[in-house]
């Protein structure tokens, strides 16, 4: 029944809005509907349902008073422990549990949650309001303060609620949700009162909730948040603390923003849910907005990880081309909220070059979040180390290892897309998926070695025969970026990859980076794809001034950087890369889990006492993933590379 259940609301949702003429290009296939079965992705998933769980379980419960606080709310009793956004770590951790337990069921998780879900909901007030700092310190100032995250947390409570029902077909803590969503729009939009949302979350929410339920409502309470921004309406309540509206894009009106600006997290999650509004209403000023955002994004402040936020002091932007390495902020949340905006910028678009930068903050800036064994997180991730960085067991504020958390979990979310008579492949993952076209079902198989190998197999199996579309994702790393990028290749370079249809060559043309197939297909019909793998040199706009005269290293997807170790000799950033530099690539079983290092002779470079002199020696270099480093320790590290002698330092 609860597959039954699933089933219907999936299609349901999918077909109202593609009744809607939504401008939207394609929808993605749910979790739900899909079977990691990845060599690099699955045994991560697996790290994270039981390590990653386990400490986000663990803190959750018993080293912190999240759980009690609910507890204490709903006998209106006790003192509140911990930051008045503590709640959201709760429903946080739900979803990555939700998520996780499609893949790996487990009883005993499932019922401890459910004991959570019983708490949540009888904390929740008559009227549907739930927050238990307000409800343990004074009820009577909730909805005063527009910087105490009220409705983000209510955002995450909607998202678990989701996730959690998807999951497992219960839905007491989604009626949670439901009801907290329905006092939130009796209070504002209702009443037309005026109110700006201090971290932005419930918008993106409702609008998950608008598609989950096709209540109208939640996509006119997710529209009204957003247009309160930017008129003013935080004037003297988060202006004040603040000291600068655009901290949390509250300057101009979200139609009229051009720029990117503030907190990046914040900014992240309210264009995730400007992007989700603007595909169901068509609204021009929305997509207008988007499109000139992610190229500020993109072209002016993203670091080659996928990361955002250049600054500590704001967790957030900074001027333009401004990068620095070391001091990179580059919040785990803020990548994770990188692959949630373009996800939903490819939907609206059907432009693969979204799916590009997702993959980017994915592989890199992202996952560099979890440690290897699941169960220490970083917050910031910086480009450039010299020995004093590490990864927490856990943080004060803890939004980070619940979010990575529940990113791999969900990893089926971004795999693959539909629309009226297409089938897209996003993301290179080995996987079974079975997707609605048409009123005819298409099981669809995937293996591949990516993002080691370029080796990708797809079976493609409708039910009966059938003609559409199957659009694959030509990854953009293949080729040069196009200009007005920050990251360009050393040598202009545009590879193809090789395409077959059951062993023949496809017949095929290219549309907004996507490789479209039109045929007939049948029942096991085999697509093989083979990406040219090789190392690239990146280098930076030269307007990136701390990236002057220094070169990256990228492999497929992958980010690669050098790491020191206790037994080396010198520290990672004495290390040159000349022009004239080659790599032995190979898969290493026994080194972090199973990588492909990049090896190589280069020149060294020593520093004498004097200050003033200096020397090399010809080394051999390993050069690892980017996300790899510091699982062996506090270690100097570098991404950026010298490729000349007067560049030797750690680059700040």
Known sequence: MKKTLLMISVIFSVATAASQTSLQKLYPVSFSDVTITDPFWKPKMGTVATATLDACVNYTQDKTGRIRNFEKAA??????EGIYYDDSDVYKAIEAIAYSLKNYPNPTLEKHTDEWIEKIA????????????????DINKRWTDMEKHEDYCAGHLIEAGIAYYNTTGKNKLLHTAIRFADHIDSVFRQQNR??????????LALMKLYHHTQNKKYLELANWFLDQRGRGNGKGVIWDQWKDPAYCQDGLPVKDQRKITGHAVRA???YTGAADVAAVTNDAGYITAMDSIWQDVVFHHMYITGGIGAQGSNEGFGKPYDLPNATAYCE??????MVFWNQRMNMLSGDAKYIDILERSLYNGALDGLSLSGDRF???NPLAASGNHNRSEWFGTACCPSNIARLVSSLGNYIYGTSKNAVWVNIFAGSHAMVQLNKNKVNLSMETGYPWKGNIKLAVSPAKMQQFELRIRIPGWLSTPAPGNLYHYETPEKDVPEIKVNGTPAQYTVDEGYAVIKRVWKKDDIVTMELPMKVRRIISNPAVKQNENRVALQYGPLVYCVEGTPNDEFDAGSVIVPAETNFEISYDASLLGGVNVLRFNAPVVTIHKDGLSVSTINKKITAIPYYSWNNRGANDMQVWLPSAIQQISINE
Not at 194 to 203: A, F, N, R, T
């Open 75 to 80: 006998k209106h009793s006790g003192k509140h």
């Open 268 to 270: 992240m999650y309210l």
């Open 194 to 203: 005026p109110w700006v949302s201090g971290h932005q979350e419930i918008e």
């Open 378 to 380: 970083f917050y910031g």
């Open 332 to 337: 785990t949340c803020a990548s994770v909220g």
């Open 122 to 137: 009888a904390a929740q007030l008559p009227d549907g309001y739930l927050n238990t700092y307000y409800i343990l310190t």
